[in-house]
């Protein structure tokens, strides 16, 4: 009998065929997963999302804030800010008053009053130390203050200016001894000549004169007229 050798040699061709035809359809439904995979995984997450992934959430950049910015001095204000602090390092005490008449003033810097005002708004000193300083200058003159005449001397408009509060700090914060702020005034009344006891005694102790207790007074004249 004769073999088929022709037909056994075509059924391998048509099975190499087949499983060659099953390679490629796996290979293009891998290649089709792979890309859909790197499809996903390069997704942008918009801000402010929720990813179910992490379970994180990106929150948006917030603006950064800015203070407005103060509007500069005009050459008018910083020459009156330039003088004010002048004024106030001389350590002879300022009230705001006595300040702002300072800088306003035909007989001082001649400054508008609002661009006084400003130097002053702008220093802002602080008066109860102002008035300190004051007291401490009248106290040394040696013309011998009572608490009242030094008080007096502190808030008049002739005088310092300073408001009443600030006047009895300062007398509160230094402590003078009023004794021999009345000796001091006894011996001035003295230079003047023509004062009995009895006449100093009354010039020390008046409302209108010296303004010191009786107790003072007599202390005064004690160590003046012995």
Request: proline share 4%; aromatic share 6%.
């Amino acid at each position: 009998m004769k073999s088929n050798k022709r037909g056994t040699g075509c059924l391998v061709l048509i099975g190499v065929a087949v499983i060659i035809g099953i390679i490629e359809a796996v290979g293009s439904h891998s290649g089709s997963n792979t890309a859909a995979v790197s499809t996903s995984a390069s997704t942008t997450i918009p801000v402010g999302t929720s990813t179910a992934a992490t379970g994180t959430m990106s929150s948006p950049a917030m603006p950064a804030s800015s203070a407005p910015a103060s509007p500069p001095m005009t050459t008018a204000q910083q020459q009156a800010v330039a003088a004010a602090e002048g004024y106030l390092s001389e350590g002879q005490g300022f009230s705001e008053q006595g300040l702002l008449g300072q800088l306003t003033s035909s007989a001082g810097n001649g400054f508008a009053k609002s661009d006084a005002a400003f130097a002053i708004n702008y220093l802002a000193p602080n008066w109860d130390q102002q008035a300190v300083a004051a007291a401490g200058g009248y106290l040394s003159e040696g013309q011998g203050f009572s608490e009242q005449g030094l008080l007096q001397q502190l808030t008049s408009v002739n005088g310092s200016g300073f408001t009443q509060a600030q006047a009895e700090y300062a007398v509160s914060n230094l402590h003078p001894d009023w004794n021999a702020q009345a000796v001091d005034a006894a011996k001035g009344y003295l230079q003047l000549g023509g004062f009995s006891q009895a006449s100093l005694l009354q010039q020390l102790t008046s409302s209108d004169g010296g303004g010191f207790t009786q107790a003072q007074a007599e202390y005064a004249v004690n160590q003046t007229m012995s």
